[in-house]
T-cell receptor, first 112, second 115 residues
Framework: KAGVTQTPRYLIKTRGQQVTLSCSPI?????VSWYQQTPGQGLQFLFE???????NKGNFPGRFSGRQFSNSRSEMNVSTLELGDSALYLC???????????FGQGTRLTVV | AQSVTQLGSHVSVSEGALVLLRCNYS??????LFWYVQYPNQGLQLLLK??????LVKGINGFEAEFKKSETSFHLTKPSAHMSDAAEYFC?????????????FGTGTRLTIIP
């Protein structure tokens, strides 16, 4: 079956702009989590959605937001981009409590 | 709060030698523990997980890890390194609460295999 799909794979944006990243989970998975990966901070949890509701949230500013649709696809949005938002954004889906989280290949965001 | 410490940001071993990547955790409750591998420009792939069943966990690609509660450790080992094992490895912890899928990751260990 198809894995977790993230689009786009690469993105270049200018400071102050906003960006929307998309994640399609594995069919049947209702939990979608987002992580930010940077060389300095490593892998950090952004938020998790389950059945269209945000269930957990990490320590990121309100510029970072997300949503989940009825088909479990998820989007995350970053407004007023800063240079420090340059990172690999990873999406993971899982099918139940503490079952394996399957990761997508990520979206590489570069803010210039 | 839970946390993970990975000792050694870079580890180099010769092909055919033992691989040992260290992970220590801190958690207020017995945790679930995971090892993930990341190849360049790729996402994360699960190698193995501990969920309070057997303390010695076998994973993919010949890797295994042992949960030691007294040492709060979950070190990853492989008896014989292969060139294809070169990658970055992450240890992660989650609290076994229903409705909490958050993973807390260590800072990663980059494994280099010397021919």
């Amino acid at each position: 079956k198809a894995g977790v799909t993230q689009t786009p794979r690469y993105l270049i944006k200018t400071r102050g702009q906003q960006v929307t990243l998309s994640c399609s989970p594995i069919s049947g998975h209702r939990s979608v989590s987002w992580y930010q990966q940077t060389p300095g901070q490593g892998l950090q949890f952004l938020f998790e959605y389950f059945s269209e509701t945000q269930r957990n949230k990490g320590n990121f500013p309100g510029r970072f937001s997300g949503r989940q649709f009825s088909n479990s696809r998820s989007e995350m949005n970053v407004s007023t981009l800063e240079l420090g938002d340059s990172a690999l954004y990873l999406c993971a889906s899982s099918g139940g409590t503490h079952t394996e989280a399957f990761f997508g290949q990520g979206t590489r965001l570069t803010v210039v | 709060a839970q946390s993970v410490t990975q000792l050694g940001s870079h580890v180099s071993v010769s092909e055919g030698a033992l691989v040992l990547l260290r992970c220590n955790y801190s958690s207020s409750v017995p945790p679930y523990l995971f090892w993930y591998v990341q190849y360049p420009n790729q996402g994360l792939q699960l190698l193995l997980k501990y969920t309070s069943a057997a303390t010695l966990v076998k994973g993919i690609n010949g890797f295994e890890a042992e949960f030691k509660k007294s040492e709060t450790s979950f070190h990853l080992t492989k008896p014989s390194a292969h060139m294809s094992d070169a990658a970055e490895y992450f240890c992660a912890v989650s609290e076994p609460n229903f409705g909490n899928e958050k993973l807390t990751f260590g800072t990663g260990t980059r494994l280099t295999i010397i021919p």
